[in-house]
């Protein structure tokens, strides 16, 4: 089926449940969007997105402060998911697991050496919105504080947590 969020081919409440996952960030219009989601949904609808007043708290923001804001600026925040969503809901931040293959930048929250991959990167889509400067500027001192044990002695800590809560969020609505 070939379909946009802000204009879902459904009829009102066709469906039990919703969801959309790490999406929200790419629609033209998240309102609109969230809206049609809840016009086709009977039930709960859940978004999986970035809280973007977390999204700068995470280590990379030292070596690469421009991809942090560029995704920070593409989420809405959480109130706006809600608002739009109406009814009751609830937030919840969702644990990142250690092995997470998802791609984007907090899965590497404790493998920082994978966001030295080019490959690794490009499956962050913030990152096509910075120019090659930022990417060298970023390659270099993460290098050098790896080689060094400095990004360790700071954040080696998470190297071993079983999960990682960061600005990964379940925003969940009823009717």
Sequence with gaps: ??????????????????????S???????????REMR???????????CDPDLVREF????????VLDTEALRHPTVEELASALGGSGTVRTVPVPPDCTDGFNEAYYGRPELLL??????????WSFVD?????????PLRRDLESGAWDAEFGHLRTLPAYEGSLVLVRATP
């Design 1 to 22: 089926m070939d379909a946009i969020a802000e204009e879902l081919p459904f009829a009102d409440g066709e469906f039990d449940a919703s969801m959309t996952l790490f």
């Design 24 to 34: 929200v960030h790419q629609w033209s219009d998240v309102r609109a969007g969230l």
């Design 39 to 49: 016009r086709v949904t009977r039930g709960p609808v859940a978004v999986l997105s």
């Design 59 to 66: 280590w990379l923001y030292r070596y690469a402060s421009e």
């Design 117 to 126: 991959d080019p490959a690794a990167r490009q499956a962050c889509s913030a």
């Design 132 to 140: 090659d400067g930022v990417r060298e500027r970023f390659d270099r």
